[in-house]
Structures are given as structure tokens and as C-alpha cells.
């Protein structure tokens, strides 16, 4: 069953991101602006622009930090079966999705 013209869309927007991880297993400043870019366009595409809401949850940092961080990743790598959340295990790195988790939890600058 072919993919819907978006998520085929982004699909081939996101094979076209480098995977920068660096040597030292950390990731470049160019990939963590592209993972920030990630999070707020196209996981805002559900969870709003500014995180605040829409076809998902908001994501503030209170209910981010409800979990630890690789329990977030695992959420963002898997998705979560009977919702709308996809899992992003074929387009992210594992090492990208706790960038992510942490970023959330961390860096989120949404208010709740």
C-alpha cells in the first residue's frame, strides 16, 4: 500500500538529512538544528507549531519529564500503537531520538 503525497514527502525530506553523527558519538551542531527543525515542523504537524496541541498531546516539559529519557525515545522511536503517533526507528538514530527526549525534557520551550 503506497504512502500518502505528505508522508511521502517527508519520508524523502528526511533521507536527504545527513546522518552527522560525529566519531565521538556525539552529533554535529548542523544535525542538532535539523532534529530542532524535525521537532518543530513536522512533530508540530500533530503536537502544534509551538507544542501546545492539535491532533496530539501538548509536549511540555512536565509531562516530558514524566518519563526518563530513554523511555521518551523509545516512545519516539516506536510510536505508540493505537494512536496516531508514529514510530521514526527508520529515520532517526537511536542516539538522535535521546537528543530529542533530552531537548523535550531540557530545552522545551513550552510553558504548560
Do not use: K
Amino acid at each position: 500500500m503506497p504512502l500518502p503525497a505528505p508522508r511521502r514527502l517527508l519520508l524523502l525530506a528526511l533521507c536527504w538529512l545527513p546522518a552527522a553523527a560525529l566519531a565521538d558519538g556525539s552529533l554535529s551542531a548542523e544535525r542538532q538544528q535539523e532534529l530542532e527543525t524535525l521537532l518543530y515542523q513536522d512533530c508540530g504537524s500533530c503536537h502544534g507549531m509551538t507544542l501546545r496541541g492539535g491532533l496530539g498531546p501538548a509536549l511540555p516539559e512536565s509531562r516530558m519529564n514524566a518519563y526518563s529519557r530513554d523511555g521518551l525515545a523509545a516512545l519516539i522511536l516506536n510510536g505508540v500503537a493505537g494512536t496516531a503517533m508514529p514510530g521514526w526507528a527508520g529515520l532517526l538514530t537511536e542516539e538522535e531520538a535521546r537528543w530529542l527526549a533530552d531537548h523535550l525534557q531540557n530545552d522545551n520551550p513550552l510553558d504548560e
